[in-house]
């Protein structure tokens, strides 16, 4: 959060301090992760894509850079955002389950980007400031420290503890408050947007400020609301000329799909198929079932439903990559392959799907396939160097081709990713010392070996001196 996420390969420190702070939990085929504690991130391409159409024409009439200004999905039924570190904003997925429509949350992300334009994180007290901020990264940054793991699922780790302190960290004050929304307002008139869904979204916040604390919306704990507040910005949107403009029907449409998907895939079978039925055909409920008979080790009624929806629509590069996971985690690797390069093909710039692509490639102990996968994920590194867990796959794939070299390399930098600096640092040395001299990976391999010798602790330091000291030692007798 120190620096944008994803753009970080000239800052190594600050590039450890971004990844011990925002960690993966997928939600594609390498998912399925149990949370470890403290708050998850869920990654899914569809997911962020629905995401970025909500947000970017808010980023873009806030005159910031939308390259600059990541969004993440939080793993949590809560109703609740935040703005973190940043141009950062967090949204919990109860938010979007229980949001009515796409206009609610094109609302709250136009709240918390006034947060953002404000400058309101940077305003807070002295003791924020200092004693606040420091002990929630020393959490982040140690809990990074002890959680590094890859496992069945992917790589998952702890965003903090005791849920990274949101309600005291993140408490704006009422005037913050009522900049932001107005903030919001003209971000949603210059994009030619309607206020409706904020003014709904905040008078259910109204309600929850009603309820004891023990059930109340974090949301409404840490973003104030008053019946003032409400009036003043009805009046403003009442009189806005697009007042009754109705969002665009294809992000509307996306968003139904998006809750759909999250129900399927964060609720329990039971609730899934209550919300769902059989009878309702619709495109959403057949999406929502097939999530939920795969959690119910239905495959073929999962599978089923995928492929009506595929009748209907044939390029779909989302259900498609839902049919190569669901056939994937069901042990059908071979058969897991032809659905996901027909999701890379509709959607080649997509890197979450070639990672889980190049996964299945992986799996099938085809060496003949081991080329394919390292194109997909050098693709995908390309343009998310922060993915841990495409990192492993290039490791697996290159040692399985005897390329010594490039699994030290790759290694290194699933180690720094995950928060194992002597793993890195280990790897790193072994890079640089068979890497072509001056190819990017070994200049990289140098930069990740400086700065994780660097950050050893004094004892880790000592004990790399002693060993450093016997090999020289061997080497001389």
């Known amino acids: 959060m120190i620096e944008k996420f994803k753009q970080y390969s000239g800052n190594i420190t600050c590039q450890i301090l971004c990844m011990a702070i925002i960690f993966t939990l997928c939600l594609s085929d390498y998912s399925y992760a149990k949370k470890k ?10 997911i962020e894509y629905t995401i970025r159409r909500m947000a970017e024409p808010i980023f873009e009439v806030a005159e910031l850079d939308k390259k600059s200004v990541d969004t993440y999905l939080i793993n949590d039924n809560t109703l609740n955002a935040f703005v973190a570190g940043g141009q950062n904003i967090f949204i919990h997925s109860g938010l979007l389950i229980q949001a009515k429509d796409a206009n609610q949350v094109i609302g709250v992300i136009a709240h918390e980007t006034g947060h953002i334009t404000g400058g309101h994180l940077s305003r807070f007290s002295d003791g924020i400031k200092s004693a606040t901020m420091m002990t929630l990264l020393g959490v982040i940054l140690g809990a990074a420290a002890m959680a590094a793991g890859s496992g069945d699922a992917g790589m998952a780790l702890i965003l903090g503890g005791q849920q990274i302190g949101t309600r005291t960290f993140l408490k704006y004050s ?74 665009d029907p294809s992000i509307e449409n996306d968003f139904k799909r998006l809750q759909a998907k999250l129900y399927g895939y964060l609720k329990p079978p039971y609730a899934t198929l209550n919300r769902y039925p059989v009878k309702n055909q619709s495109l959403y409920a057949k999406y929502a079932r097939a999530f939920a008979y795969h959690k119910q080790h239905e495959m073929d009624n999962a599978i089923k439903e995928l492929d009506e929806l595929l009748t209907i629509h044939p390029s779909d590069p989302f259900f498609w990559e839902t049919k190569g996971q669901i056939l994937f985690e069901n042990g059908l690797v071979i058969d897991s392959i032809a659905p996901y390069r027909n999701a890379v093909k509709n959607l080649p710039e997509e890197t979450l799907i ?124």
């Open 354 to 477: 070639r990672v889980s692509l190049a996964q299945s490639l992986i799996a099938a102990e085809d060496n003949s396939y081991l080329d394919e996968a390292i194109t997909h994920l050098e693709f995908a590194l390309s343009r998310d160097s922060a993915n841990s867990f495409a990192w492993h796959q290039a490791a697996i794939a290159y040692h399985r081709k005897d390329n010594q070299p490039m699994t030290y390399y790759t290694t290194a930098e699933r180690f720094l990713l995950v928060g194992n600096l002597r793993g890195a640092m280990i790897n790193a040395r072994h890079a640089v010392d068979t890497l072509p001299q001056n190819i990017p990976q070994w200049v990289r391999a140098q930069d990740i070996l400086v700065v994780t010798e660097a950050n050893l602790s004094d004892k880790a330091r000592k004990k790399q001196k002693e060993q450093q000291k016997k090999r020289k030692d061997r080497k001389e007798n």
């Open 174 to 247: 009422r005037t913050q408050e009522s900049a932001a929304d107005q903030a919001a307002l003209t971000f949603l008139e210059r994009s030619g947007q309607s206020g409706v869904g904020l003014i709904g979204f905040l008078d259910y916040l109204g309600d929850q400020e009603l309820m004891t604390a023990r059930y109340r919306d974090p949301y409404a704990g840490t973003h104030p609301v008053s019946g003032r507040r409400i009036s003043k910005l009805r009046e403003r949107v009442d009189s806005s000329p697009f007042l009754n403009t109705k969002t």
């Open 37 to 46: 504690g403290g708050l998850s991130i869920l990654r899914d391409a569809e």
